[in-house]
């Protein structure tokens, strides 16, 4: 309770400052204006972004005079051999001719005179300055004068992404993060124009010193989470730096769960979709990937295609994965409790079937599955391990002659063939690798119980299950958070996806300072 309260005084608190405050866009920046002072300018228009690392400076003489000058600029967005080249070098070397002719600098000459580059713009408000630097731009202000220059200095030709491997769409963007953690933060920026976007650089590793950086949105990430992750990133104690993974191992609550603990994405259009949830993400150098915490069961059972269709075809599309995560761990469980223990469930023909397939098969249906289930793990690793062009190759035809042959020598039989492939095609259909394979190793377990207790035995197993679930605590956030603990508002956006007119507030079970994700018409009608 006094943990909420002050959670609700810190809220207010912020609502109350209007220097620089929490909100997304830069209309709040409006009434500041510049000063003619330069390091003043600097120094509130850092401010006003949160002065995270990659926000760059360089303050300097104009061709060696008395008269000052600086520039600011993001590294992540701009072509920094643009501005070596077209304003630093024109302004601090090639302009001494023009000095010479002048009897003093003037905020004219330096537009019309000294730099040698496309589109310039004059600026005195910080929301156009603001605006315009994290579009990728270089703002340039000089000693004496209370407005500055807007420098279109933005990477033209584009950076070098990847294409998503592990996680590919079919409408949704097609970039990927690469090993180089500027190009990564560059594709975060270049989706977030937002002054809050808060990053803050992490040596890790004694030895490499390798840079991670921390990334959540001010004013929606809950500080609770944000401070918790600072504290075990700060604790984190490795001779060398490792990937993002390794990394998301060591900060959280369970390492050793067969469940996914972080969230791991080589999209950046996932993440910046994270963020503005209030969730918060940790990208390392080195890693083509990115962590997300905290992490639930529900969101990892989404998918970027579920917001590129009708909200409709997209609840139908994620029911069916959650059917493909019961059947992946069960099916094969099911199959060998019903025909063991209680064939009379199934009608009397298809028990004929059955029986009349599994004549002259040695082995009882557990020890059929078992052996089913382990060529399905090895080829299925095989064909990760195989180049890409003979990889998909070798298992598609490995499974068609391992499993005829099989069942022509009678070592198996069909059905037990058609239950492996059916349990096989179920489990690519949940989105999470991670979480596929935790539905992999849960199958014997469950084979197991069905063997020894039949149905009885997946019931128990299933209570355990869900009980195991349900103690499972994510930086505080509940693992099948927000089906249990019980929030109707959150249940929008898990089993099935609301249209996006009702999706009008941030998950509750994220604890976001700002809970309001859009306005409607009429709120915006009665504000202006």
């Known amino acids: 309770m006094v943990k909420l309260l002050k959670r609700r005084l810190e809220k207010k608190d912020r609502k109350k400052d209007k220097k620089f405050g929490i909100k997304g866009d830069t209309d709040h920046l409006k009434p500041f204006r510049l000063s003619e002072i330069v390091e003043d300018n600097i120094t509130r228009l850092k401010n006003s972004m949160n002065n995270t690392f990659d926000i760059k400076s360089r303050e300097f003489?104009?061709?060696?005079?008395?008269?000052?000058?600086?520039?600011?600029?993001?590294?992540?967005?701009?072509?920094?051999?643009?501005?070596?080249?077209?304003?630093?070098?024109?302004?601090?070397?090639?302009?001494?001719?023009?000095?010479?002719?002048?009897?003093?600098?003037?905020?004219?000459?330096?537009?019309?005179?000294?730099?040698?580059?496309?589109?310039?713009?004059?600026?005195?408000?910080?929301?156009?300055?603001?605006?315009?630097?994290?579009?990728?731009?270089?703002?340039?202000?000089?000693?004496?004068?209370?407005?500055?220059?807007?420098?279109?200095?933005?990477?033209?030709?584009?950076?070098?992404?990847?294409?998503?491997?592990?996680?590919?769409?079919?409408?949704?963007?097609?970039?990927?993060?690469?090993?180089?953690?500027?190009?990564?933060?560059?594709?975060?920026?270049?989706?977030?124009?937002?002054?809050?976007?808060?990053?803050?650089?992490?040596?890790?590793?004694?030895?490499?010193?390798?840079?991670?950086?921390?990334?959540?949105?001010?004013?929606?990430?809950?500080?609770?989470?944000?401070?918790?992750?600072?504290?075990?990133?700060?604790?984190?104690?490795?001779?060398?730096?490792?990937?993002?993974?390794?990394?998301?191992?060591?900060?959280?609550?369970?390492?050793?769960?067969?469940?996914?603990?972080?969230?791991?994405?080589?999209?950046?259009?996932?993440?910046?979709?994270?963020?503005?949830?209030?969730?918060?993400?940790v990208l390392t150098d080195g890693s083509p990937n990115a962590i997300l915490v905290p992490v639930t069961l529900p969101i990892l059972m989404q998918s970027p295609d579920d917001y590129c269709e009708s909200w409709l075809v997209s609840s139908l599309i994620r029911i069916s994965r959650y059917v493909g995560l019961f059947l992946s761990s069960l099916f094969p469980a099911i199959y060998i409790a019903i025909t063991s223990y209680n064939p009379g469930m199934l009608p009397t023909r298809l028990v004929l079937s059955i029986a009349s397939t599994r004549t002259g098969v040695p082995f009882s249906a557990f020890i059929e599955a078992l052996l089913m289930e382990a060529v399905l793990e090895l080829l299925q690793e095989a064909s990760i391990r195989l180049p890409k062009a003979v990889g998909q190759t070798v298992s598609i035809v490995g499974g068609l002659v391992i499993g005829q042959s099989a069942v022509q020598a009678g070592i198996v039989s069909p059905i037990m063939v058609i239950v492996i492939s059916v349990t096989a095609v179920t489990s690519f259909a949940i989105p999470d690798y991670s979480l596929g394979l935790a539905s992999r190793i849960l199958r014997v377990p469950f084979m197991?119980?069905?063997?020894?207790?039949?149905?009885?035995?997946?019931?128990?197993?299933?209570?355990?299950?869900?009980?195991?679930?349900s103690s499972l605590k994510n930086f505080g956030i509940r693992y099948l958070s927000p089906i249990t603990p019980y929030r109707f508002q959150d249940w929008k956006d898990t089993v099935i996806r609301a249209p996006f007119k009702d999706l009008k507030k941030r998950p509750e079970f994220l604890n976001p300072e700002d809970t309001e994700r859009s306005h409607s018409r009429k709120k915006e009608k009665e504000i202006s």
């Open 61 to 281: 003489q104009i061709g060696g005079t008395k008269y000052q000058a600086a520039i600011l600029y993001i590294a992540d967005l701009v072509n920094e051999e643009m501005i070596m080249s077209h304003l630093l070098k024109p302004l601090i070397l090639q302009s001494t001719a023009v000095i010479d002719s002048d009897t003093e600098v003037n905020f004219q000459s330096v537009k019309d005179s000294m730099l040698s580059i496309g589109s310039v713009q004059e600026a005195e408000t910080f929301d156009e300055i603001v605006l315009a630097v994290m579009s990728g731009d270089t703002f340039l202000c000089i000693q004496g004068y209370a407005k500055g220059l807007i420098v279109n200095t933005r990477e033209l030709n584009g950076k070098p992404f990847a294409v998503p491997t592990v996680e590919p769409s079919v409408k949704g963007p097609q970039e990927a993060f690469v090993e180089t953690l500027k190009i990564n933060l560059g594709l975060i920026r270049k989706r977030i124009r937002d002054p809050n976007l808060m990053l803050e650089e992490y040596k890790i590793g004694r030895r490499s010193k390798s840079e991670s950086v921390l990334v959540y949105i001010k004013g929606i990430a809950d500080p609770d989470i944000v401070e918790d992750l600072r504290k075990r990133l700060s604790s984190v104690d490795l001779d060398m730096g490792q990937s993002a993974f390794q990394i998301g191992t060591l900060v959280t609550d369970r390492p050793d769960s067969i469940f996914p603990q972080v969230q791991i994405t080589e999209r950046p259009d996932k993440l910046v979709v994270s963020l503005s949830e209030g969730r918060v993400a």
């Open 448 to 469: 197991i119980l069905a063997t020894t207790l039949g149905s009885f035995g997946i019931a128990i197993g299933m209570l355990l299950l869900l009980t195991y679930l």
